[in-house]
């Protein structure tokens, strides 16, 4: 069975802040993907990141950086110097690379307040 | 980067009408889309998977009948929620990936979603 598990589902922080979401998946699969989203009020899913199973090496993108630890079967993301602008629901996603790469499995996502 | 564009972005409807939602790539050609339904403040849950020219693959407990999928061409599929009522209210998003070679990457790309309330 494949699963994300986004633990936490609303967090709190005030601008400026560093923030780290959690994301913990499942999967028997040896080959597969791994993907960030970011949801803001209006809908629509931004691409984040994606990151292939064969790949563990951390990447950071300006104030976003993402740990990949298949030891532990997490993919965390973390946002230094949080803004307003960074509030939004967050979703982790999975899929394996075989399936066409278009089933992904969601987490519950997570709510991320930035308050000024 | 690739676009992918959904049609109406939000529909209000009366109970017992069928709305159709459209799923287009702008600018490249996808033999598969995805059909996702989000319920307000919950995951996104696969419904079915749109293949051009051929029958839609649907979820276990999605209905067939209810929500008809048609993928008639490389850049556009759509949805139809029949008979609606209201515990369809939701927001479908449709996904589809470019297989050209050029962007092969495993990269998804979303629409903006439609938001579906019924009265």
């Known amino acids: 069975a494949q699963k994300v598990t986004q633990a936490q589902t609303e967090i709190s922080v005030v601008e400026k802040e560093d923030v780290t979401l959690d994301c913990v998946y499942e999967t028997r699969d040896t080959t597969y993907y791994l993907f960030w989203y970011k949801q803001p009020p209006s809908g629509e899913l931004v691409f984040l990141i994606r990151?292939?199973?064969?790949?563990?090496q951390n990447e950071i993108s300006g104030r976003y950086s993402w740990n990949f630890q298949k030891s532990t079967s997490s993919f965390n993301f973390t946002i230094t110097a949080s803004q307003v602008v960074d509030s939004a629901v967050y979703f982790c996603?999975?899929?394996?690379?075989?399936?066409?790469?278009?089933?992904?499995?969601f987490g519950q996502g997570t709510e991320l307040s930035v308050k000024p | 980067g690739a676009v992918v564009s959904q049609h109406p972005s939000w529909v209000i409807c009366k109970s017992g009408t069928s709305v159709k939602i459209e799923c287009r790539s702008l600018d490249f050609q996808a033999t598969t889309m995805f059909w996702y339904r989000q319920f307000p403040k919950q995951s996104l849950m696969l419904m079915a998977t749109s293949n051009e020219g051929s029958k839609a693959t649907y979820e276990q407990g999605v209905e067939k009948d209810k929500f008809l999928i048609n993928h008639a061409s490389l850049t556009l599929s759509t949805l139809t929620v029949t008979s609606a009522h209201p515990e369809d209210s939701s927001f479908y998003i449709c996904?589809?990936?470019?297989?050209?070679?050029?962007?092969?990457?495993?990269?998804?790309?979303f629409g903006e979603g439609s938001r579906l309330t019924v009265l």
């Open positions: 990151r292939n199973s064969f790949d563990e």
């Open positions: 996603a999975l899929t394996p690379i075989y399936n066409q790469g278009g089933k992904l499995i």
């Open positions: 996904s589809a990936r470019d297989v050209s070679g050029r962007a092969d990457t495993g990269e998804l790309f």
